[in-house]
């Protein structure tokens, strides 16, 4: 699964524990958790409750792919630990104890035997010293795994075997003892003021010893002089000061030492790979108190072995164990741990007491000599765990009746378009089950554990064992039959059996040893190819076996060693297999000839190669249906092909083409991103952390998927009106301002007509001639969308998919049902139970968590997030207690608590993660017309919307009952929705929690503009309540937090779009001549729908500037697969770009809802002003590869300026930043839905439709701002207008021009809700009104036709006659607008602001009144000899008015007008009704 999108893992371990053979072993210094590492490459967390001597298996964490060779603490950020952990291949990762998280990864060539945790003096974070196969210690930083210095050697430079850092007392630096596996040790003094990047630090001394290959070197922390070196061989003691030998110890017979430690300055406790430790006495000579120290070794003195670690019973291993010895300081002095990890999983503690001087003469006197015996305190592993779980842990086929001991399941395959999980088993059957009636049966209480027929398994049987690979060939690519299945096992069979009838329908025995995996070729094949599957099997040999014929294609068989990958190169007709011991076979499918064999770096290029040929052509896919976002202009494919003389690539390029010139002839474009319009909201995995082991199962629950799924069943139910009246859509309010600011002429208006019905006359010939074009060719075009049903330009297109209704339902329920918080509210839970839909859960849940590079953490079923001392009474109703089993009480108990208020003591990433799925899911489902998730009241209301679809004019009572349950059904999401919001924190703490765990905040910040409209409103809401709960401390140390890593721009901002800059038309190129602008990188759409954009003009120099934030916001994505410390650069890069695009959203999400209030620091200015530029940078700059033009920082800068606008606007350019919104909103009408639209659509329409928002929250905060801004740029406009020519300016493609329409709905919005500031602005107003309508609409009708809602205010009049409009201002001034010559007269009239004006019925006159001074005036316009001349408006006459009352001057509503009631008379009519003539 990808990271990018929201997921949420969860595990059915089942009822037998994973294996666990344990490679390393790391107890933390708190003494609270035990980490083991496997040889499987999984690490297990422990929990450890020493008082109780409890061990408990906390969680598994998944993601490297080798065995884990060392652990090491990461010291502790933030409020939790960390841990890091290396693999034998190179792997190196930094977890978060808390949860699991992966928050580091690095991949290297350095492969590390040891790492050593310390923490250096006047260093704030530890540091991590490596030894592996490398002539160097590295040193870490283990949060970012940055290499900060490395200590090298100049003698004998050789790898470091082991190592030991110590801190000489009265020192202020530390010293490193290393040795070399040659026998050198090496001492560096290495002080982190004397660090230097990239230089290393050499050692200041060396010696040769006698000690090879050591294990393990460790300095005395008693009296830092003697060294105990350890190795397979033998054991050895040294004086640190000079390293002379002071004593040795053999390995017993039969075994080998991997070593020690020193339990006091005398004893040494030394440990062997037979899983038994050794307590040794020293001799005199190694003890630094007595006389003869340093001394030769007496004869007789020898290190006497008085102990002896091993467990209570004996046991053979089959690997070595692995051991740690740890001191903890207690009260009293110090506890002495020993602690071993074993190949069957088990973790033993040791505690060993001390032996006092007089004891060990005692022991010593007794004869025959017997050591002592240490048995272990603690014995504990994961088998045990699950042993002592009544009932066991549960797993996906335990339904299935009469099987006390089922077989194990050894395969899993999820059919996503069937809705079934189809299991193989170790006795050769299969069962196939349906997949989420079977995950209700195990997780949820209802009623459906009382249908028979439910969840009922098909069994197949036809394997004589162990059934080892599943495969469904449809699910990879369409060109297979919808009915096989495919399964290999150990007896040697591949069977294709058909599901719906569960008959065998065909069995392959072609190979001589057990099927390992099955495979798909690529669509690029040859047909034959094209109908086979690939098998792999244990004998070396791969098959190619053809489904459709029934038959062997090829055996590739002569391969020496295991086959380790099968790769494909089309084209040439080869396929290529790589074997274990580095060989590449290239075979010839057609003829099935070996061709080659190559080796070396030849083999590695060639496998290289099919690689890169897979990511060129591999985004043809199976040719199924989608978006062509990110490919690149067929015509590079074409040339491409045309160059290498590749078939392949200029067939795909012909398809590519094909679609581009179908989808031009399309009036709509498809806005919708359709990456997520074919993924199914349940992902089931198979997990196993060994070969032998049975499958667990992740079920990866993707809420996107979900949504999508939801909303889209929904809108296809919906006609245009209806999403039109849901405000989904605004196309009648687009269309309506569309129509006035582009000429009404009725001949026109023909034209325009006739050409459209020409133009898709001959879209549908071109059509129809490519069709049979393609027919005859032998592929068929991928099915487009076409809109024949003549519903005109408003409608919006939505993306039809396979019916998926039902089990989108099922997966909705159990979701929500897992997630939500039963317990805090019992008045909810009745609603939720009996009004939406939920079930309650029958166990508590074992989350997962993805993280970085695809990383999980999985919860197990063993451990609960409350402690048993900490649990609450129990809650059952005394009669079902008496008849529930006890086990079943003592499991109810635990869910309720889990499902109440440990789910939200886990850890704040699983809090973030679940609340975003559920607020989200529910907010859709709200939207969704109140839906709910009992499958009988959703069909019932999809019935309802469909009949109310056909017969919108019948209003009955069932209609009125339905709005009533529909109401009742919204009042119950709206209620879940605030608790998980607002009221969680408090209903948990109530509930008896004592460690809540917040949303983190910069997780809910990425997803500030998530591609998903109802994840991005979640995450909007979380974090505005996450910000309020904190309050103005927590929101300070927040900012405190994040500031640092604001980009400082301190170059000028880039200029942004002027309108004046002669943009691209925004025309689609033409099939005969591709678009040379749309690069590998952006999709043709983008050049079609943004070719005048503001981000992509040519503004700005590429002066250096500080790092551009990067493009992906998510949480855990990670791109670069890096190798090598070479790269750690661009990480790192990376990993800041990151911070920065977080720490502008927190800052601005801040400064937008805090900002005005002073205490929050953005008072002050100067972080105002930073985040503020930043923000504008993003609006403004012009697209790069670093920061593509359509981004979610982007989006989310852009909302940000919106919302916050008042604490930005002192450090903005409104202008550039009002033009850089309207040029992405210029395309609104075609591109973007209302923003209650929920599907995911293109970045392009995305961005369109936030910027479109912006403009109008910018507006509506700062109405005068935006309306003197807009007003001066339309009169420079205007004024370059009439110098278009002289300019050779095309003034149609400016922003101004493109946005009129955009413009036009702004203003209609302001009018309609900002009265009081539009009557102080009104002359404005009507400049930018009258740039955007067109004059044409002004000839044959009146203003209060054309544009009614700017005719509600009384300082406007307009005459069609004299085709004048006039406009009073608040300075007492008119403005005349002579429509005819397009020229506007100010007329100085009143000394006060103009209250009203009126044109008499002849357009003789014009009438005046100010309230400020109790005038009315009336004015006649003269205009020169035979209309020549200037025209003159002159005052005829003036009257005095009676004074207007106090009361009346604060309220616009209760304003006088002015109504003539003939040419020559007016009335003066007040709000109360009085009225008063005047006469001209």
């Known amino acids: 699964m990808g990271s990018l999108n929201l997921v949420v893992p969860l595990v059915m371990w089942g009822r037998e524990a994973p294996t666990h053979d344990i490679s390393c072993v790391l107890l933390t210094q708190d003494v609270q958790t035990i980490i083991t590492g496997s040889r499987d490459g999984q690490i297990c967390v422990w929990d450890f409750e020493p008082p109780k001597l409890k061990l408990t298996p906390r969680c598994l964490l998944v993601g490297h792919t080798a065995s884990i060779t060392c652990l090491a603490p990461g010291g502790d950020a933030r409020g939790t630990s960390f841990l890091v952990s290396s693999s034998e291949n190179g792997e190196m990762c930094t977890w978060d104890l808390r949860d699991g998280r992966c928050v580091e990864v690095l991949r290297s060539a350095n492969i590390h035997s040891s790492m050593k945790a310390y923490q250096m003096l006047n260093v704030e974070n530890i540091r991590l010293f490596c030894v592996g196969n490398y002539p160097e210690i590295l040193v870490y930083d283990p949060h970012t795994l940055d290499i900060l210095f490395s200590l090298a050697t100049r003698i004998h430079p050789d790898w470091i075997s082991a190592l030991h850092i110590l801190r000489p007392p009265r020192r202020n630096d530390e010293v490193v003892l290393g040795v070399t596996t040659g026998g050198w040790v090496k001492v560096w003094t290495v002080s982190e003021r004397e660090v230097r990047p990239r230089e290393p630090i050499f050692e200041h001394e060396s010696k040769m010893i006698r000690s090879l290959n050591a294990l393990c070197l460790v300095c005395c922390s008693y009296n830092q002089r003697t060294v105990l070196i350890v190795s397979q061989d033998d054991w050895q003691i040294y004086d640190a000061g000079d390293f002379s030998q002071l004593c040795k110890v053999l390995v017993p017979p039969g075994e080998r030492w991997m070593g020690g430690d020193f339990l006091s300055a005398d004893r040494v406790l030394v440990w062997n790979d037979m899983g038994r430790g050794y307590i040794y006495k020293l001799p005199t000579n190694c003890i630094v108190e007595s006389r003869v120290f340093h001394n030769k070794q007496a004869e007789n003195d020898n290190p006497v072995k008085y102990g002896v670690v091993q467990p209570s019973t004996e046991e053979k291993l089959v690997n070595a164990p692995a051991w740690q010895f740890l001191t903890i300081p207690v009260n009293n002095g110090a506890e002495k741990l020993l602690l071993r990890g074993d190949c069957e999983g088990q973790v033993m503690l040791w505690r060993l007491a001390d032996v006092s001087d007089n004891q060990l003469m005692q022991i010593k006197q007794v004869q025959p000599f017997k050591a002592l015996i240490f048995t272990p305190t603690l014995n504990c592993s994961m088998m045990k765990a699950w042993a002592a779980m009544t009932p066991p842990p549960i797993g996906v086929l335990d339904q299935l009746e009469g099987e006390k001991h089922p077989p194990r399941i ?80 150990i007896d040697f069979s591949i069977n294709v059996w058909d599901m719906y009838t569960g008959n065998l329908v065909h069995r392959f025995v072609v190979q001589a040893g057990q099927i390992l995996q099955l495979l798909v070729p690529p669509p690029t094949c040859m047909p034959r190819i094209q109908n086979c599957i690939c098998s792999v099997s244990e004998d070396h040999s791969v098959a190619l076996l053809s489904i459709k014929e029934r038959k062997l294609v090829l055996l590739a068989s002569k391969h020496l060693y295991p086959v380790s990958t099968v790769k494909w190169r089309p084209e040439h007709d080869f396929l290529i297999v790589a074997t274990q011991d580095g060989s590449v076979y290239v075979w010839q499918m057609e003829t099935g000839h070996l061709d080659r064999v190559l080796q070396g770096v030849t083999a590695e290029e060639v496998l290289g190669a099919c690689d890169e040929h897979l990511a060129s052509t591999g985004a043809g896919g199976s040719g199924s249906g989608g978006s062509d976002a990110g490919l690149a202009n067929p015509a590079v494919h074409l040339f491409r092909g045309l160059r290498h003389r590749n078939l392949a690539a200029i067939r795909h390029a012909a398809q590519r083409g094909i679609q581009q010139v179908l989808g031009e002839q399309n009036n709509h474009q498809d806005i919708h991103d359709s990456s997520k319009m074919r993924t199914c909201p349940l992902m089931i995995q198979g997990l196993r952390t060994n070969k032998q082991d049975a499958n667990s199962h992740v079920l990866f629950f993707d809420i996107e998927a979900l949504i999508v799924q939801l909303l889209s069943d929904e809108y296809t139910l919906m006609s245009p009106g209806t999403l039109e009246a849901n405000d989904l859509i605004m196309s009648s309010q687009y269309h309506r301002m569309n129509v006035l600011t582009h000429p009404a002429s009725p001949e026109a208006a ?88 939920l079930l309650r859960p029958r166990v508590p849940v074992s989350y997962g968590l993805i993280s970085k590079s695809g990383y999980m953490s999985l919860l197990m079923p063993t451990w609960h997030p409350v402690r048993e001392d900490d649990m609450p009474a129990i809650n059952l109703p005394p009669d079902l207690a008496a008849e529930l089993p006890p086990e079943m009480v003592t499991l109810e108990h635990r869910t309720q608590v889990f499902t109440g208020r440990g789910h939200w003591e886990v850890s704040p990433a699983l809090t973030t993660h679940h609340l975003l799925a559920l607020v989200s899911v529910a907010n859709t489902l709200q939207d969704m017309n109140a839906a709910t998730l009992i499958p009988e009241e959703e069909r019932r209301r999809k019935i309802h919307i469909q009949s ?121 190129p033409r099939p005969d001549q591709p678009s040379s602008k749309s690069t590998a990188g952006n999709s043709p759409v983008h050049t079609a729908t943004n070719g005048g954009n503001a981000v992509s003009g040519n503004s700005g120099t590429n002066n250096e500037r500080p790092m551009e934030p990067h493009p992906h916001l998510d949480e855990d994505h990670y791109d670069e697969e890096m190798d090598g410390e070479t790269c750690r650069e661009l990480v790192a890069q990376s990993e800041g770009r990151k911070k920065q695009a977080t720490a502008i959203i927190l800052l601005g999400v801040i400064g937008a809802y805090h900002g005005q209030d002073s205490a929050e620091g953005f008072g002050l200015g100067n972080l105002a002003m930073q985040t503020s530029k930043a923000l504008a940078y993003l609006v403004l700059a012009p697209g790069s590869p670093k920061l593509p033009a359509h981004t979610p920082l982007r989006r989310a800068a852009i909302d940000l300026i919106g919302r916050g606008f008042p604490v930005w606007e002192p450090y903005l350019d409104v202008a550039k930043i009002l033009l850089a919104l309207l040029d992405l909103s210029a395309e609104t009408d075609r591109l973007a839905p209302s923003m209650k639209y929920g599907l995911p ?89 009258l740039h955007c309508v067109d004059p044409g609409h002004l000839k044959s009708r009146g203003l209060n036709e054309v544009f009614p809602s700017i005719c509600g ?66 004015w006649q316009t003269s205009s020169g000899m035979f209309g020549l001349g200037a025209s003159q408006t002159k005052c005829t006459k003036t009257f005095s008015t009676v004074p207007v ?35 001209a």
Request: proline share 6%; net charge positive; glycine share 6%.
């Open 410 to 489: 050894t395969a899993s395959l999820f059919l996503p378009l069937q809705g079934r999980l189809a299991c193989g088993r170790d006795d050769g059957s299969i069962i196939l089950v349906p997949a989420t009636e079977t995950i209700m049966l195990h997780l949820l209480h209802g009623k459906h554990h009382h249908y028979h027929n439910w969840a009922q398994p098909m069994v197949l049987r036809g394997h004589q064992g162990r059934v080892n690979c599943l495969l469904y060939p449809h699910g990879e690519s369409p060109r297979y039959d919808m009915s096989h299945l495919v399964s290999g096992g």
């Open 750 to 837: 023909k034209k325009i007509a006739g050409l459209l019905s020409r133009v898709k006359e001959s879209a549908e010939s071109v059509q129809n001639l490519i069709q049979n074009k393609v027919e005859q060719s032998g592929f068929r075009p991928t099915t487009l969308s076409s809109s024949k049903d003549g519903t005109g330009s408003g409608r919006v297109q939505i993306p039809r998919h396979f019916d998926v209704t039902a089990q989108t339902l099922q997966i909705g329920q159990m979701l929500m049902s897992l997630l939500h918080s039963w317990g805090l509210d019992p008045s909810l839970d009745q609603t939720c139970e009996h009004t939406l839909g």
């Open 948 to 1068: 109310s679809k056909s017969n919108q004019n019948s209003v009955s009572n069932h209609e009125d009952e339905f709005s009533k349950q529909q109401s009742v059904i919204k009042q119950g999401w709206s209620t879940l929705t605030a608790l998980h919001t607002v009221l969680l924190p408090d209903c948990v703490v109530a509930s008896g929690a004592t460690k809540y765990q917040p949303p983190m905040v910069e997780i809910l910040a990425r997803r500030w503009q998530d591609r998903c409209q109802e994840v991005r409103e979640a995450a909007q809401a979380l974090l505005k309540t996450e910000l309020t709960r904190m309050g103005p401390e927590g929101r300070q140390k927040l900012v405190e937090m994040w500031s640092p890593h604001l980009p400082t721009h301190t170059e000028p901002l880039p200029t942004g779009p002027t309108p004046y800059t002669n943009h691209e038309p925004p025309s689609t």
């Open 1241 to 1329: 659509l293109i970045p392009e329409a995305d961005s369109c439709r936030t910027a479109s928002n912006a403009l109008t929250l910018i507006a509506e905060a700062k109405p005068p701002a935006f309306i003197t801004t807009m007003a001066r740029e339309v009169a420079r406009f205007n004024a370059l207008q009439q110098n278009a020519q002289s300019l050779q300016l095309n003034i149609h493609n400016t922003v101004l021009h493109r946005a009129k329409t955009e413009i036009l709905r702004v203003m209609e919005y302001l009018i309609v809700h900002k009265r009081c500031h539009i009557m102080d602005l009104m002359v404005e107003v009507m400049d930018i009104v």
């Open 1353 to 1418: 205010f009384p300082q406007v009049s307009h005459c069609p006659h004299t085709r004048r409009i006039a406009t009073g201002a608040k300075n007492g001034s008119i403005a005349m607008y002579e429509l005819r010559a397009s020229k506007c007269q100010m007329i100085p009239a009143h000394g006060a602001a103009v209250t009203a004006l009126s044109f008499s019925p002849d357009g003789k006159y014009l009438a005046s009144y100010s309230m400020g001074e109790n005038r009315l005036s009336f």
């Open 1445 to 1479: 009352p106090d009361i009346v001057r604060m309220n616009p509503q209760r304003l006088p007008k002015l109504v003539w009631i003939s040419n020559k008379t007016v009335v003066h009519m007040m709000a109360d009704g009085t009225e008063h003539r005047f006469n």
